[in-house]
């Protein structure tokens, strides 16, 4: 454990895995219910399921900040590489694998700016080994980054957006009908009507939710069935198709449903189950993290139809929020839901001229490739690419 100069009653460690204490375990838990921006892709119980299943690279780590009185106030999972982006420099960045969307850190409300000294002070020393830091998969707003760039401006540091995005947010305020109404056009209703009164020939259409332990193993086994004869395995994306997916989803869904995290939306034709959704809980915001639909009733419209069903999410009172984790510009999900979440990629250089010059080489680079990609869509868009309904 080291103490810093700039902060010299916090204290900052950065551990490895097999060095979580189960005290340590229980003040994580702690710091998530106390997060000045929920991630459940960050919470304890999803990290460790990743842990335990996934392969994992070796330079994985965490970051603990603490405060003067030694509570913690901020954790950041970490690895460390030779290269930024195509780039050969050595580099830092959060921790994420194909299946976080999202990256950012869990500060404790109200210790933003004292956890981002802590970590660039840690970076700055080079006990991360790296010239460049960069953090994906970050919000654009909110108190988290606010502070960063406040903490860079302050220190006098250079950070930089280096990639943005959006994509679709499910935001409260209105009736599930009313939004319903709202957010997608006439046209498009009444297809989706005349699909339902079709599939209501075959069987009755029920929606129901699992939020509990009862028939955990029976519902994740429904679910991973379903993706796996779905089009997700053929483009390689089932989490049946590895052991090590197939197992992480399984730990994480059971773990996270005993902690009143995940629920598990199911929607029925009779006794058929024609599409999954799994979402994350956490306090008034969520996110929606993996579909799975029936591919004899595709024209249905399954991944729609219990989308539309999610839209129940509104009359809870206490709902927010929910984060559709859904790649950009998603042609179901976008023409469903009328929010948007800016999700951006920042970086900074680790202090000193030979880190500052080799930042501003990278971002010369960044800048050109960023350029040709946005000309090869544009020539894209201008030459008609296809826009289906095609589920998540």
Known sequence: MSSLPILQDAQTR???????SAQLAAEWDDLTRCASEPNSFYERWFVEASLRHLTIPDSV????????????????PLRTGQNYGRMPMAAVQNWLHYNQFLGVPLVRKGSEDLFWREVIAEFDENRLRSDILY???????????????AVCRDLGRSAAVVHRYQRALLVAGSTP??????????????????????????GEIRADRLRDEGETEA???????????????????ALAKEDGTRNFFAAAIAEGLKQGRVEILRLRVGTETIAMLVNFLTGSG??????AYDEDYARFSPGILIEKANLQRLADPSFGWMDSCAVEDHPMIN???????????IALPRKGLR????????????????????????SQNDNGAINDDHEL
């Open 14 to 20: 950065v551990v490895s895995a097999s060095d979580i």
């Open 61 to 76: 780590q965490f970051l603990f900040v603490r405060d003067a009185n030694g509570t913690l106030v901020g954790m950041l």
């Open 135 to 149: 953090l994906s998969e970050m919000l654009a707003e909110g108190p988290v980054t606010e502070a960063l760039f």
């Open 177 to 202: 009908d009313e939004y319903w109404c709202e957010a997608v056009r006439k046209k498009k209703r009444k297809e989706i009507a005349r699909l339902e009164n079709r599939l209501s020939e075959i």
């Open 219 to 237: 519902w994740i086994s429904a679910f991973l069935s379903l993706e796996a004869a779905g089009w997700k395995a053929l483009d390689g994306g």
């Open 286 to 291: 969520s996110f929606s993290f993996k579909i």
């Open 335 to 345: 023409s469903l839901w009328r929010g948007r979440r800016e999700i951006v990629r």
């Open 355 to 378: 880190a500052a010059v080799m930042f501003r080489a990278a971002r010369l680079v960044e800048t050109g490739w960023s350029a040709i990609k946005q000309f090869r869509k544009r």
